[in-house]
């Protein structure tokens, strides 16, 4: 079972996670490239950065790295699961939001840059707008907005 939304790289390679807790790369014409198994399943939809890196959250609470021949680039743990898709910004930072109640930037080497709790979990994507202002919902039916110093934003 797949519920995780496809992401497509420059290549036409095709990227997603799966429910029998697996990473996917099939090439343009639905041939399987590689596979690379997590320790549980996986609701995320996987983004591409520019580099080629793919970035995927699994219900193992962990962020994945991989590089496009499947082998993996670095893991981030989280304490809760990783249901959002990852985000990336203009200097390959990732932003994640997890089910331990916080997002998460980290950066492309894969180290925590920092981390913000929320009153809830996260289970919907961050929105990285062009002002360089975070936006994220949580599970409080409240949405947040941040700038880049971890400011709390009145939203109206």
């Not at 609701?43 to 994945?64: E, F, M």
């Not at 950066?107 to 994507?125: F, M, T, V």
């Amino acid at each position: 079972m797949v519920y995780s939304k496809p992401a497509f790289a420059n290549d036409d390679t095709i990227y997603f996670g799966s429910y029998d807790n697996k990473i996917y790369a099939l090439n343009y014409e639905g041939t399987k490239k590689w596979e690379y198994a997590t320790g549980r399943m996986i609701y995320s939809s996987p983004t591409v950065a520019n580099d080629g890196t793919i970035y995927i959250g699994s219900y193992d609470h962990k962020l994945y790295a991989m590089n496009p021949d499947g082998t993996k680039k670095w893991e981030f743990e989280t304490g809760g699961t990783v249901y959002s898709q990852p985000k990336i910004d203009n200097k390959g930072n990732i932003f994640i939001g997890s089910f331990d109640y916080h997002i998460y930037k980290i950066s492309s080497e894969g180290e925590l840059a920092w981390k913000y709790r929320l009153a809830g979990p996260i289970y919907s994507n961050i929105l990285l707008d062009f002002r360089d202002l975070i936006y994220v919902s949580c599970f409080d039916h409240k949405i947040y907005a941040f700038n880049k110093k971890l400011e709390l934003l009145p939203l109206q």
